[in-house]
């Protein structure tokens, strides 16, 4: 009788042992609806910044996708892993680079400072359109040809990977006066990790 009741009680602990086992394997493998899904992703809503060029004393130059604002040069110095895009005068042309590109520019000042060791060289891609998903967006980057700089006198959209790994929508219009001290709107939705 003895010798039963051990039985009983080493069944029931090697049950419960095994139960939990299970149980714990169960919670260890992953299920693929808590792994986020890249082909869900939607865009954000659209937010329009006031962007000024380089001579511009009222409106940053220095844009920051990811947050969607634009830094004046003292806020950039500060914030220069942050920044993914410049709106600048040059060559006779008002254009978006990386601030990269901009540090290599003699006539845009507010970049001189930037330490190459924490600005990246974001690039672009022109587009007509925005893509309707994360995965087409991923694959229109990657497909269409890449600038860390381009000339929006006249406007224009662009695809971006931004410091973060986001893919941002941007489209450039509403452009002010002309030089180094324009403005204009820009219009940026994001998607992505």
Known sequence: MGMTKKFVAAGLFAGCVLSTG?????????DTKDTPSTTTKTWSADTTIQV?????????????LDAKKALLSAAANAAQSSIDLVFLFSDGELQLGSPVYAKTLPDV??????????????????VSTKPDSLALAVSTFATTPQTNNAVVSGGGSFLVKTGDGRYAYISVD???GAGNTASAGITISLIGP
């Open 22 to 30: 299970v149980s714990l394997t169960g919670c260890l493998t992953s």
């Open 52 to 64: 000024g060029a380089q001579g511009n004393a009222t409106l940053g130059s220095a844009i920051d």
């Open 109 to 126: 000042p507010l970049a001189a400072n930037y330490d190459l060791t924490k600005v990246k060289d974001i690039q672009l891609a022109r």
């Open 174 to 176: 509403n452009i002010q």
